[in-house]
């Protein structure tokens, strides 16, 4: 923005725009960094008419380059840490991660396999969690909701990874 060598004035106006644009159609990119793929087909689910995300302008992308939401499932496999690196490094400022299910959070049922290397916050940093085995489309489009609340009044919100016994309590419960 520097380079079009705006007065401050216009700076501010066009950040303002910009973080409208993004509070009101926010782009979103997924991926399963090692899930079972029963998290995947929840957030597929999230997405199709019958739970309809994109009444809140929430829109999938194929490219981390034109994404403001990462939304991760799994945990994170050897083979798949450099690739979710390399994926949030390649999306542009600001950008927000929303690991999605218990797996993403802590590990989950693959905690301890020999080709698994930990959960989503160990590799890249986290701005909201949905906890679930798999996480229903309503517990994600909450936390869809709670992430673009935080974003609107100007932060990011808390982040807090439940902790291992509230995932198991939560997972009980919904199953
Ligand atoms: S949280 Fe459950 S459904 Fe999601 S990846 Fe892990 S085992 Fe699969």
Avoid at 61 to 67: C, D, E, L, V
Avoid at 69 to 90: A, M
Avoid at 110 to 122: A, R
């Amino acid at each position: 923005m520097t380079n079009l060598n705006l007065s401050d004035e216009w700076n501010g106006i066009l950040l303002k725009l910009k973080k409208w644009a993004r509070i009101n159609s926010p782009w979103a990119i997924h991926y399963n960094s090692g899930s079972c793929n029963g998290c995947d087909i929840e957030i597929l689910a999230t997405l199709t008419p019958r739970y309809d995300a994109e009444r809140l302008g929430v829109k999938l992308q194929g490219s981390p380059r034109h994404a403001d939401v990462l939304i991760c499932t799994g945990p994170v496999t050897l083979q798949s840490r450099d690739r979710l690196r390399r994926i949030y490094e390649q999306m542009p400022d600001p950008k927000f991660v929303v690991a999605v299910g218990s797996c993403a959070i802590s590990g989950g049922v693959f905690q301890g396999c020999y080709n698994v290397v930990g959960h989503i916050d160990e590799v890249i940093p986290v701005d909201a969690y949905v906890p679930g085995c798999p996480p229903r489309p309503e517990a994600i489009i909450d936390g869809l909701v709670k992430l673009l609340t935080a974003l609107k009044q100007g932060d990011p919100p808390p982040t807090e990874r439940p902790t291992e016994l509230e995932l198991e309590n939560y997972d009980a419960a919904t199953i």
